[in-house]
């Protein structure tokens, strides 16, 4: 089994800074990637961006938040962070991390086999 307990969300206002963590636990050698999620009220659960711990640390975004966040991996920690940048109202949401067993690097939330509680995130205008 793996734990992954996320931190460091709060309220911030629109174009501020935020980084979020994902601490993993357990039986981390299990896992080959880890993704970040995100859902809004009334919206569906939709894909931050991915990193995997070996290949170099390959990393996959969603094409809308290019250039604003950026996940990073450190692996003697376990930890996975997300740093978000320029902050939007839009970007509110509950923010959850999320690890997969095996390659390739999923885009798909239903492919993880993992997840932490969530963390949430709101921008005020």
């Known amino acids: 089994q793996v734990q992954l307990v996320e931190s460091g969300g709060g309220l911030v206002q629109a174009g501020d800074s935020l980084r979020l963590s994902c601490a993993a636990s357990?039986?981390?050698?299990?896992?080959?990637?880890m993704g970040w999620f995100r859902q809004a009220p009334g919206k569906e659960r939709e894909l931050v961006g991915a990193i995997s711990w070996w290949s170099g640390g390959t990393t996959y975004y969603a094409d809308a938040l290019k250039g604003r966040f950026t996940i990073s991996a450190d692996n003697a920690k376990n930890t996975v962070y997300l740093q978000m940048n320029s902050l939007k109202p839009e970007d509110t949401a509950v923010y959850y991390c999320?690890?997969?067993?095996?390659?390739?690097?999923?885009?798909?939330?239903?492919?993880?086999?993992?997840w932490g509680q969530g963390t949430q995130v709101t921008v005020s205008s």
């Open positions: 999320a690890a997969d067993k095996s390659p390739p690097l999923q885009v798909v939330g239903g492919n993880y086999n993992y």
């Open positions: 357990g039986s981390t050698f299990l896992t080959y990637a």
